[in-house]
């Protein structure tokens, strides 16, 4: 068995893995509060071949078997915040997430804080999740209308009527966090979502995403580098075994 063509096919594996991170990186790019994806790669040990028994009978020459692998991992390098002019639209200088509640009534966190009113004047995202207040409740306008202001601490006020608090969470370990569709997070392991204390909240902003498009069009580049690297190995070691086998007959 050529254990080179085995290695090369788990790189291909592997560097298929970051493609993948990088193609949603660029497609995703331009939401705001978008977290890129990271790629950390590493080896697995899955035994040792090229084993050449010694005199005493004891194995020697033999090499270990490291076979490349690829994990995911979520950058949450913050985005540059920029202006909107928007009532509705919020950003956060610390490291927290907006609460949402989505249709299934469950509570998801995000960094986008691009809102707007749906038709019960309920202020709500682009997916429809009901951003919450610290109690928990989603958070409604009044029927009276008039201008908004939310305070950096996350406090509502519209026309002189206080109408509640942004909740805005941080977690211990965001390596708890798993993404899901629509720019969500939700907690694993037991994770507790604490209340942020200071959360810096600029109303009329949006923060971007920490996606540098320059950056994800370089390691494009490369992995197609890598890629046909590891296609012409094994290319070679198969043509080498051809060979071999018709020297053999």
Do not use: H
């Not at 200088?93 to 009113?117: E, P």
């Not at 994800?216 to 992995?223: K, Q």
Request: proline share 4%; glycine share 10%; charged share 15%.
């Amino acid at each position: 068995m050529n254990i080179g063509i085995y290695q090369n096919a788990a790189s291909l594996s592997a560097l298929e893995k970051w493609e993948a991170a990088v193609s949603q990186n660029i497609s995703a790019a331009q939401i705001p509060g978008f977290r890129k994806k990271l790629v950390e790669f590493s080896a697995i040990n899955v035994g040792q071949y090229g084993i050449a028994k010694g005199t005493n009978g004891s194995d020697s020459n033999t090499v270990e078997a490291l076979f490349p692998t690829a994990t995911n991992q979520i950058s949450y390098a913050k985005g540059v915040a920029n202006p909107t002019g928007a009532d509705l639209d919020i950003a956060l200088q610390t490291d927290g997430f907006f609460s949402v509640q989505r249709s299934d009534g469950t509570t998801a966190y995000t960094r986008n804080g691009q809102f707007k009113l749906d038709s019960a004047r309920t202020i709500v995202n682009s997916n429809g999740d009901k951003l919450l207040s610290d109690t928990g409740s989603p958070i409604t306008l009044s029927a009276i209308g008039g201008a908004v202001t939310i305070s950096s601490t996350g406090n509502i006020v519209q026309k002189d009527i206080p109408l509640g608090k942004i909740g805005v969470r941080t977690f211990t370990n965001t390596s708890d966090l798993v993404p899901i569709s629509g720019g969500l997070f939700v907690p694993t392991n037991g994770a507790q979502a604490l209340p942020a204390t200071n959360p810096g909240i600029l109303q009329g902003y949006l923060e971007g995403s920490n996606v540098s498009a320059m950056n994800e069009m370089v390691d494009l580049v490369s992995i197609t580098r890598f890629y046909e690297a590891n296609q012409k190995v094994i290319t070679s070691a198969d043509q080498q075994m051809q060979r071999t086998l018709d020297a053999l007959g």
